[in-house]
């Protein structure tokens, strides 16, 4: 199923809610993009830790961490 028929479908359906539940729907579809974003954000984090991790861990900056 296309996203934009599945987007049609979601509507249909929510649309024969009682108000407080379409409304439910609605805060679970929010939840759902703040996890993908931050899923994508944890993804991206790791990326970066093993290119960066030489500027990060290195034997010069080690006496800075005592100070």
Sequence with gaps: MSNAVLAQTIYQA???????????????????????????HRDLQAAQQDSMNHVWVNNADEALNHV
Excluded at 16 to 36: C, G, H, K, N
């Design 14 to 40: 929510a649309q024969a809610l009682p108000d407080v539940q379409a409304a439910e729907v609605l805060d679970f579809i929010y939840f759902l993009r703040t996890r993908q974003d931050l899923a994508e």
